[in-house]
């Protein structure tokens, strides 16, 4: 079992930047994948980016050039650097983790962009 932690949502201005972590504790395997995925009101839930442990990265082309994710493999945790953020930006973001067809959720942070 493993659970997710996130945290570092918040309400921000357009054009403002935001910083999430996610901490992930328990039987924790690797090589794995932790992913950001954000869900906005009466949308489906969709990947926004995701890193390997070598290191490799995947973005959502919504959010490339903005969005910056990174991960700590001794602290088991990752993040998502969030710059030039956008009123679409809103949503609830989950990080989560994946091993062999196991996948593993935070319970999810809420961004808001609003002025």
């Known amino acids: 079992q493993v659970q997710l932690v996130e945290s570092g949502g918040g309400l921000v201005q357009p054009g403002g930047s935001l910083r999430l972590s996610c901490a992930a504790s328990g039987s924790i395997f690797s090589p794995n994948v932790m992913g950001w995925f954000r869900q906005a009101p009466g949308k489906q839930r969709e990947l926004v980016a995701r890193?390997?442990?070598?290191?490799?990265?995947f973005y959502a082309d919504s959010v490339k050039g903005r969005f910056l994710i990174s991960r700590d493999n001794a602290k088991n945790a990752i993040y998502l650097q969030m710059e030039s953020l956008k009123p679409e930006d809103t949503a609830v973001y989950f990080c989560?983790?994946?091993?062999?067809?196991?996948?593993?959720w935070g319970q999810g942070t809420q961004v808001t962009v609003s002025s």
């Open positions: 890193i390997t442990s070598g290191g490799s990265t």
């Open positions: 989560n983790l994946a091993f062999r067809g196991n996948t593993d």
